[in-house]
Nanobody
Framework: QVQLVESGGGSVQAGGSLRLSCAASGYFWSMGWFRQAPGKEREGVAAIDTSDSSTFYADSVKGRFTISQDKSKNTVFLQMNSLKPDDTGMYYC????????????????????WGQGTQVTVSS
């Protein structure tokens, strides 16, 4: 069974940066980062088509977050800059082995495999 393991979360002050990593034990055609704050729904933050490195972002993080990959290590990164308190939440990595954006890159329905999550806390 393919697994996803996130790392890199932590606590930072507003304006700071964090870099999240998601190590996959196998190949995924698409990978995404999602976050969930207490009492809120899980929302898509960024996604990548690993075949051509096309990227997709939520409007709330455009210009601040960057998703990238290291194909040789089956690892996807999320560089988060200019962090805001509203970015606080549990961040999850997700992957889908099948090709095609049948549900959309930022939709949780696009992905079958999920990691356990890593907490990001941004203080004001």
């Amino acid at each position: 069974q393919v697994q996803l393991v996130e790392s890199g979360g932590g606590s930072v002050q507003a304006g700071g940066s964090l870099r999240l990593s998601c190590a996959a034990s196998g190949y995924f055609w698409s990978m995404g980062w999602f976050r969930q704050a207490p009492g809120k729904e899980r929302e898509g933050v960024a996604a990548i088509d690993t075949s051509d490195s096309s990227t997709f972002y939520a409007d709330s993080v455009k210009g601040r977050f960057t998703i990238s990959q290291d194909k040789s290590k089956n690892t996807v990164f999320l560089q988060m800059n200019s962090l805001k308190p509203d970015d606080t939440g549990m961040y999850y990595c997700a992957g889908q082995t099948y090709g095609g954006w049948y549900a959309g890159p930022l939709s949780p329905r696009q992905y079958v495999n999920w990691g356990q999550g890593t907490q990001v806390t941004v203080s004001s």
